[in-house]
């Protein structure tokens, strides 16, 4: 609450781009359902910035929504190739594994391996840095993006896989028009000079010397100029979510998706009687690296609910069982493995699934294969809210 109190919008929008500069360090929260999109919105709408400083930031708080509703498409086919690679490299000329130089930081590049160093160590990277890194390991070194994603994954305090897997795949170019790739002079510039000044290979041996276009074809030598059609991703447009009805006697039950007293479901029925299920195997097929683990049990403290270890199925039954309950109330994910075990409660009681606090109402059906075209609904609801909070809209048409 202390972070989303102290927004700087104006200062993000100056300086967020620098790797030292002000970013916000929400996104573990958000992650995690401590803060909801929609409550960081709403604090976006009233802290005092230009309009432009507001809409820059919440067009970046747009692809946590964007990364959800992918996800919620594709399931588990997220964390798989979603279209073929641009670059012109065949899928098995990319090494399965990630060397040990690169997770030992000790490839002798000052920047590569002070990203390394930062992410292990402390668990956070910036946004930009996290895409040099995907970067470097991808087209210079050709290993699987699958690689280094679980790699970043390991040690990453938001550990958010939809919006991890999306931003590698997008580098890669199986979720891109084209692979990214960057410069010496770009990574100079937003890191000023922090790596490069003492790098053992600034004056022979940097790979990243050179002009954009060099470098491009250098990685890329057999890509082709022939376009490759993404296949579509259709998603239903939003609708207005039914009233809920309300079990005689439900439970209360909270998931690692929504880590506040305060989740949707929780506001339903606030005397219900809660329970909260630690359980290994779901973490694990989620995802959920041990920092997050920590994360969710910490948030656990300010929310009322018995703590349970085991199975998440059957402890929550057993749960169910011992205070006679008729039904279960529990705050929708779109995580695969949430959304699996939600199923096999409602085989046993029913399960009323409630609807997240929205971030944006999509009014026609989004085409999802990219983030611009999905902008280009979602900034016509933000500007619905924007009108109404400041009589403003935020984005032009």
């Not at 940097?206 to 060099?214: A, D, L």
């Not at 690692?256 to 305060?262: I, L, Q, V, Y």
């Amino acid at each position: 609450m202390q972070r989303l109190e102290s927004l700087d919008l104006r200062n993000y929008a100056e300086h967020g781009a620098y790797l030292d500069g002000n970013v916000t360090h929400l996104s573990a929260y958000i992650r995690f359902g401590i803060l909801s999109l929609a409550e960081v919105r709403d604090r976006a709408f009233v802290v005092d910035c230009d309009h432009a400083s507001r809409a820059l930031f919440l067009q970046a708080l747009a692809k946590y929504d964007y990364a959800r509703r992918v996800l919620a498409l594709l399931g588990d086919e997220i964390h798989l190739a979603i279209e073929p690679l641009k670059t012109g490299w065949a899928v098995d000329s990319y090494e399965r594994s990630l060397p040990e130089d690169i997770r030992a930081a000790s490839t002798g590049l000052s920047c590569i391996d002070g990203f390394v160093a930062e992410l292990r160590e402390t668990g956070y990277l910036h946004e930009r840095a996290r895409r040099w890194l995907a970067a470097y390991i991808v087209h210079w070194r050709r290993i699987a993006w699958e690689a280094g994603a679980n790699f970043v994954l390991e040690y990453a305090i938001d550990g958010d896989r939809a919006v991890n897997d999306l931003a590698w795949q997008s580098v890669a170019s199986s979720f891109s028009d084209a692979p990214y790739t960057f410069d010496r002079t770009e990574l100079e510039r937003y890191s000023r000079r922090r790596f490069c000044s003492a790098c053992p290979k600034r004056v022979d041996g940097c790979p990243f010397t050179g002009e954009s276009e060099r470098i491009a074809e250098r990685l890329f030598p057999a890509r082709g100029d022939e376009s490759i059609v993404a296949p579509e991703l259709r998603a239903a447009a939003d609708t207005r979510a039914p009233a809920v009805q309300l079990p005689a006697r439900p439970i209360l039950l909270h998931h690692f998706g929504a880590m506040r007293p305060t989740h949707p479901a929780a506001r339903l029925a606030p005397d219900a009687p809660a329970v909260f299920v630690n359980d290994a195997a779901l973490y694990e097929e989620a995802g959920v690296n041990q920092v997050g683990r920590t994360i969710v049990y910490a948030a656990l403290g300010s929310m009322r609910a018995e703590y349970r270890a085991g199975d998440f199925v059957e402890e929550t039954l057993a749960f169910a069982r011992l205070h006679e309950a008729d039904g279960i109330l529990v705050t929708e994910s779109a995580e695969p493995a949430l959304r699996r075990r939600f199923r096999g409660l409602g085989d046993a009681l029913p399960v009323t699934v409630v609807p997240e606090d929205p971030f944006v109402s999509l009014e026609e059906a989004p085409d999802l294969r990219r983030f611009s075209r999905y902008w280009a609904l979602a900034r016509r609801s933000l500007n619905a809210v924007s009108s109404a909070a400041n009589s403003v809209p935020l984005f032009s048409n």
